[in-house]
T-cell receptor, first 109, second 117 residues
Framework: GIQVEQSPPDLILQEGANSTLRCNFSDSVNNLQWFHQNPWGQLINLFYIPSGTKQNGRLSATTVATERYSLLYISSSQTTDSGVYFCAPSGAGSYQLTFGKGTKLSVIP | GAVVSQHPSRVICKSGTSVKIECRSLDFQATTMFWYRQFPKQSLMLMATSNEGSKATYEQGVEKDKFLINHASLTLSTLTVTSAHPEDSSFYIC?????????????FGEGSWLTVV
């Protein structure tokens, strides 16, 4: 199956700082999603981004499928951004996602 | 937009009893749903693929007799943890796919915290 590596595993930011989270994957994918898991466990879908770049407010994501990586940018971070960010790709025609180990983000005031 | 609902959000049960967790797709039909398990501070691990009208497909190492999955309708899949033991305590979460113009977006339920005492 698809292997997923996320970096860094842990990240501490001062409120207002920017950050970039990286996701490398081993095979061609037809779907890639970024999720934010809040402290209560809820998974929030941030981006569906098998390729290209998307932006949503302070967040943006870029996937370079040919080079098998995706980046999540967080600008002007806020304490509410804290949590774990997961990258999860899936193969062709599949709804089955493979999760990376996540990046635990802590934003401090 | 597409929403997946999971119930209960938290459950405490006694060792040896069974617990049922429901996963519903609220405004779309899902022929396939997925069940994941997440241990503290770890990633989500796929347990099984729930197929409407047929048997679930379990991942290697997941006991199908212990984790019973039923997908009786296009909007409901259930996970029953049978004869629960404390080591079954975990966070269980389901997902379903929503085909949209941009592709197959996956949505997750709210998750269920199971504590076996």
């Amino acid at each position: 199956g698809i292997q997923v590596e996320q970096s860094p595993p842990d990240l501490i930011l001062q409120e207002g700082a920017n950050s970039t989270l990286r996701c490398n994957f081993s095979d061609s994918v037809n779907n890639l999603q970024w999720f934010h898991q809040n402290p209560w466990g809820q998974l929030i879908n941030l981006f569906y981004i098998p390729s290209g770049t998307k932006q949503n407010g302070r967040l943006s994501a870029t996937t370079v499928a040919t080079e098998r990586y995706s980046l999540l940018y967080i600008s002007s971070s806020q304490t509410t951004d804290s949590g774990v960010y997961f990258c999860a790709p899936s193969g062709a025609g599949s709804y089955q996602l493979t999760f990376g180990k996540g990046t635990k983000l802590s934003v401090i005031p | 937009g597409a929403v997946v609902s999971q119930h209960p959000s938290r459950v405490i049960c006694k060792s040896g009893t069974s617990v049922k967790i429901e996963c519903r797709s609220l405004d779309f039909q899902a022929t396939t749903m997925f069940w994941y398990r997440q241990f503290p501070k770890q990633s989500l691990m796929l347990m099984a693929t729930s197929n409407e009208g047929s048997k679930a497909t379990y991942e290697q190492g997941v006991e199908k007799d212990k984790f019973l999955i039923n997908h009786a309708s296009l909007t409901l899949s259930t996970l029953t943890v049978t004869s629960a033991h404390p080591e079954d305590s975990s966070f269980y979460i389901c997902s379903a796919g929503w085909p949209s113009r941009s592709g197959n977006t996956i949505y997750f339920g709210e998750g269920s915290w199971l504590t076996v005492v």
